[in-house]
């Protein structure tokens, strides 16, 4: 079994920073595209910051020079290094990966649990 385990959410004054960590346990060959996802009350689950296995990365406009999105593929683990929050970034981070668990598997999805990040003004 794999596990995605995120760390590293908490409540911080706007204009502070927080860095969200996302450990990939349990059986894996790679990690091929990861990415962070939010959840804010009432609203609809959206893609925050992407990076894939060549490190190539993307960001939601609403983020853009503020996140960085970046991987340690020796520790199965993808970090998400937020600064100037705004009270507007308060939701539950949610990490995303492709994970293959041998090299001739084909690649499976999976979420972890989430860490709530709170932003006060």
């Known amino acids: 079994q794999v596990q995605l385990v995120e760390s590293g959410g908490g409540l911080v004054q706007a204009g502070g920073s927080l860095r969200l960590a996302c450990a990939a346990s349990?059986?894996?060959?790679?990690?091929?595209?990861a990415g962070w996802y939010r959840q804010a009350p009432g609203k609809q689950r959206e893609l925050v910051a992407a990076?894939?296995?060549?490190?190539?990365?993307n960001y939601a406009d609403s983020v853009k020079g503020r996140f960085t999105i970046s991987r340690d593929n020796a520790k199965n683990t993808v970090y998400l290094q937020m600064n100037s929050l705004k009270p507007e970034d308060t939701a539950v981070y949610y990490c995303?990966?492709?994970?293959?668990?041998?090299?001739?598997?084909?690649?499976?999805?999976?979420w972890g649990k989430g860490t709530l990040v709170t932003v006060s003004s």
């Open positions: 990076i894939t296995s060549g490190g190539s990365r």
């Open positions: 349990g059986s894996i060959f790679s990690i091929s595209a």
């Open positions: 995303n990966a492709d994970v293959k668990i041998t090299a001739h598997s084909r690649e499976i999805n999976y």
